[in-house]
């Protein structure tokens, strides 16, 4: 088994930050990863949000060591679980793949949180563990694949300074900045809107078929 850390500084506050996080795929300094899906998002009563995302990016290896491994599609597949604490000032994601897991394992940790001495800034630490199951190739893959988290933790990062300059111009342009303090409530109005606008679109399109039976 391998593992990286790394410790990095934002210089945005820490709800900001938050923000830019929950909104941080698709950007345009992370092309490889390709799609998100949501399968389960939810407000705690204890002032907590919840999520479960499905993320598919490009297989994280050459293309020589991708075919080794029977990766032929060049796809991964990836489940995030994370828990916004608004009481605790801390935001915490866990994945692990769930492309090839009999053959690779990676679980990748990230937290943010307000910086102890600048209430201005956000820390956040990150550390990935990689372990692989095949016979002579084990310490050449993982090494590979450390790698490419070295490589890939830069990009994140500028991902999410591109992110941030996104809603800030929204926020100008709006002319209305939302109360940094009261992030849990932004991300709770955003996520019942969007559930709301789900369960009219679905009633339209049930009442629709209803009303226009398929000849089949």
Known sequence: MSSWSSEHIFEHPWEDVVRAAFRKYPNPCNPAVKGVDVVDRRVCPKGTIQSHRLLSTEFPLPDVAARLLGANDHAMHISEHSKLDRSQSTYKLQSKNLTLGHLVTVHEHLEYYPHPEDRSKTCLRQKSTVRVNVPFLSGYLEKLLIE?????????????EWVMNQIKEEDTSSRVKPESSDILTQLEM????????????????LKNTQTNPSPL
């Open 148 to 160: 490419n988290f070295e490589k890939n933790a830069q990009k994140g990062r500028n991902g999410m």
């Open 190 to 205: 955003k996520f019942k809107k969007e559930a709301e606008d789900f369960k009219q679109s679905m009633g339209s399109f």
